[in-house]
């Protein structure tokens, strides 16, 4: 079953902006964080964007100021829209959920129990 299915992937010119959606199936009440991943060839799987159930967002230190995550709860769907795309944006984009006691949603892969099956996002210079 396919708990979360991300859309909105392209490829974009510098500059240039996608939004990423990832439709959630899980019931909310059993997540504590939604996290954006990207992964790059060659390169490990880094947080981008987090979001808490208490509402608290958190970035990383790259897509300050052009990432803007936000999450619409009856549709149980979270957003990524992401401005300002540099070529070094580009890698294939994740979705990913944790339940558990979180007072801060993790950075680690290794601790998000379900997964989308991701999206790539291509930035050309």
């Known amino acids: 079953q396919d708990h979360l299915v991300e859309s909105g992937g392209g490829s974009v010119q510098a500059g240039g902006s996608l939004r990423l959606s990832c439709a959630a199936s899980?019931?909310?009440?059993?997540?504590?964080?939604m996290t954006w991943f990207r992964q790059a060839p060659g390169k490990v799987r880094e947080p981008v964007a987090s979001i808490h159930n208490s509402g608290t967002t958190t970035y990383g230190d790259s897509v300050k100021g052009r990432f803007t995550l936000s999450k619409d709860n009856p549709e149980n769907t979270l957003y990524l829209q992401m401005n300002s795309l540099k070529p070094e944006d580009t890698a294939m984009y994740y979705c990913?959920?944790?339940?558990?006691?979180?007072?801060?949603?993790?950075?680690?892969?290794?601790?998000?129990?379900?997964w989308g099956q991701g999206t790539q996002v291509t930035v050309s210079s």
């Open positions: 899980l019931s909310t009440d059993a997540i504590t964080c």
């Open positions: 990913a959920a944790t339940p558990g006691l979180w007072r801060h949603c993790p950075p680690h892969p290794y601790e998000y129990n379900y």
